[in-house]
């Protein structure tokens, strides 16, 4: 009876989802398709707040948000403080891994690789560092941006995890830089909060749409975003693999 109570409530949920989905579509009139005239066209051009024009890669010059790519203006500028959620669920996360399985300080142990997985690993670890770093710092002008780029950099400490038995990494200068960036983020956020008034303004110069050095405060937040969730996850992948073995 509780099963189909259960799935009673589902299904009514889901139907009462998708009623109120399709009114908002009508509401916001994406029912024929188009998206002139709607607020999606407002995020391209970069004129929520302010009329900006078309933009044009290479040309436009101080634009609103300044960033070639679409979803970085709305994840950090449009939705920032959002976006600070979100770090802050990763951080609670990285957290509770701690306290539930990384307070032995026990090795786990860990079977012993192959000269050639050790090697391939040696060359493929800065590759993989290097593209986390390019990822996070190029994430204004094409897809990526901190979250991914973090997630690369900490891929890159877990295959010398795998392909060594007797690597260990030493948490406290993660933990720091991990700090750091979280109050770095909520600093620059605050900064925007007092000089235009909501947080995490994108109060810098915007520059030339498509050049490196554009998109004002945005590559600043993903370098910083990188950095905290590189990390993170770095220090859940340590804790988890120091788990206290039983014998």
Not at 80 to 91: I, K
Not at 176 to 205: D, H, K, Q, R, T
Request: proline residues 2%; glycine residues 14%.
């Amino acid at each position: 009876m509780r099963k189909v109570f259960a799935a009673g409530l589902v299904i009514l949920f889901g139907v009462v989802l998708l009623l109120g989905l399709s009114k908002t579509m009508d509401i916001a009139g994406y029912e024929d398709g188009l998206i002139s005239g709607k607020p999606a066209e407002a995020y391209i051009n970069k004129n929520v707040t302010e009329e900006s024009g078309e933009i044009i890669y290479g040309e436009t010059k101080d634009a609103e948000t300044g960033s070639a790519n679409m979803v970085t203006s709305v994840i950090a500028n449009y939705r920032s403080f959002d976006t600070l959620g979100e770090v802050t669920v990763l951080f609670l996360a990285a957290v509770g891994v701690s306290m539930l399985i990384g307070g032995s300080g026990k090795e786990k142990k860990r079977k012993k690789s192959g000269f050639i997985l050790r090697t391939a690993a040696g060359i493929i670890f800065p590759v993989m560092l290097i593209t986390g770093i390019y990822i996070f710092t190029h994430g204004h002008l094409t897809p990526g941006g901190g979250f991914p780029g973090g997630s690369m950099i900490a891929s890159s400490f877990l295959l010398l995890y795998m392909a060594d038995e007797k690597f260990s990494l030493k948490l406290s200068g993660f933990k720091f830089a991990e700090g750091i960036a979280g109050s770095l983020y909520v600093l620059a956020g605050a900064a925007g909060l007092f000089i235009g008034g909501y947080f995490l303004m994108n109060f810098l110069p915007t520059g030339t749409v498509g050049t490196l050095f554009s998109a004002g405060i945005i590559p600043i937040i993903y370098v910083i975003i990188g950095l905290k969730v590189g990390s993170e996850i770095t220090g859940i992948i340590s804790d988890m693999l120091k788990e206290e073995v039983s014998v």
